[in-house]
Nanobody, 122 residues
Framework: QVQLVESGGGLVQAGGSLRLSCAAS????????VGWFRQAPGEAREFVSV????????YYADSVKGRFTISRDNAKNTVYLQMNSLIPEDTAVYYC???????????????WGQGTQVTVSS
């Protein structure tokens, strides 16, 4: 079983940047896609981005396209989400999740991290 730990969240002003990390332990990400999701208070969890095992395929929600970049370092068992030009609407708890194969629906993911809070002030 794989355990996921997110880090890198925090408080940032609008227009700023943060880089989130998702590290795997227990087993590697070998062969697995990794997705990022977020959930704001009172809202449903929503898809943000996903990257395939090789990194050759990436997908983004329209709301973050052009501002966020997902990447991975398989040697370090870590996936990153670089978030630039942050806006208050990006405020949420960000979760990483992993599964075999790329998917954008949260219900398709079995393994989840505990989440990291991102707060963007105006």
């Amino acid at each position: 079983q794989v355990q996921l730990v997110e880090s890198g969240g925090g408080l940032v002003q609008a227009g700023g940047s943060l880089r989130l990390s998702c590290a795997a332990s227990g087993r590697t990400f070998s062969g697995y896609a990794v997705g990022w999701f977020r959930q704001a208070p009172g809202e449903a969890r929503e898809f943000v981005s996903v990257i395939s095992w090789t990194g050759g395929r990436t997908y983004y929600a329209d709301s973050v396209k052009g501002r966020f970049t997902i990447s991975r370092d398989n040697a370090k068992n870590t996936v990153y989400l670089q978030m630039n030009s942050l806006i208050p609407e990006d405020t949420a708890v960000y979760y990483c999740a992993t599964r075999a194969g790329v998917a954008t629906a949260s219900y398709e993911y079995r393994y989840w991290g505990q989440g990291t809070q991102v707060t963007v002030s105006s």
